[in-house]
């Protein structure tokens, strides 16, 4: 049975620094990796999506990363500004079915 | 991108009343719908999947008597909250998927269902 573990649960961090999402999942057979921001009491954003194929995705100041034989994913966020703050949600699709982890709930301090 | 559309954004109902949310794919034919329930502070938990035309598959620990999906047409799906309690109160999110083009799912804005 697919897991998805995120690490931290929360993170709080001063406006500017650079930051580290992590993404953890049980079974390697995934066909993609998809990495969502939720604000609270909103649906979902989708940030990056990657394929079971490929490395990494950038979008802007984002970038995520896959290794899928570690079941390892990482978000990284540059130069982070206090719209970033939310529940980041990492999320894996396998089998007809996306699992998601439980997110990080991101707070950039001004 | 593809769009998915959610109605409505939200509902308040009495206790033992029913509530439908439809679930729209506004620019391509899912050829399967998903939906999703998400509690306060948790992450999201699939409730069930549903292919066009054929009964719906749901998770287990999801009644289907009491969460009823239909899945009509390529571009429709709904939920059903049959008998409406204070703790199915919750957000509900839709996907759908096109295999016919693309991999991924495509989430709507959810719903907000709160019953008093």
């Known amino acids: 049975k697919q897991e998805v573990t995120q690490i931290p649960a929360a993170l709080s961090v001063p406006e500017g620094e650079n930051l580290v999402l992590n993404c953890s999942f049980t079974d390697s057979a995934i066909y993609n990796l998809q990495w969502f921001r939720q604000d609270p009491g909103k649906g979902l954003t989708s940030l990056l999506l990657i394929q079971s194929s490929q490395r990494e995705q950038t979008s802007g100041r984002l970038n995520a990363s896959l290794d899928k034989s570690s079941g390892r994913s990482t978000l990284y966020i540059a130069a982070s500004q206090p719209g970033d703050s939310a529940t980041y949600l990492c999320?894996?699709?396998?089998?007809?079915?996306?699992?998601f982890g439980k997110g990080t709930r991101l707070h950039i301090l001004p | 991108g593809a769009v998915v559309s959610q109605h409505p954004s939200r509902v308040i109902c009495k206790s033992g009343t029913s509530v439908k949310i439809e679930c729209r794919s506004l620019?391509?034919?899912?050829?399967?719908m998903f939906w999703y329930r998400q509690f306060p502070k948790q992450s999201l938990m699939l409730m069930a999947t549903?292919?066009?035309?054929?009964?719906?598959?749901?998770e287990q620990g999801v009644e289907k008597d009491k969460f009823l999906i239909n899945h009509a047409s390529l571009t429709l799906s709904t939920l059903t909250v049959t008998s409406a309690h204070p703790e199915d109160s919750s957000f509900y999110i839709c996907?759908?998927?096109?295999?016919?083009?693309?991999?991924?799912?495509?989430f709507g804005p959810g719903t907000r269902l709160t019953v008093t």
């Open positions: 996907s759908a998927r096109d295999f016919l083009s693309s991999y991924e799912q495509y």
């Open positions: 999320a894996v699709d396998r089998d007809d079915k996306i699992i």
């Open positions: 549903s292919n066009e035309g054929s009964k719906a598959t749901y």
């Open positions: 620019d391509f034919q899912a050829t399967t």
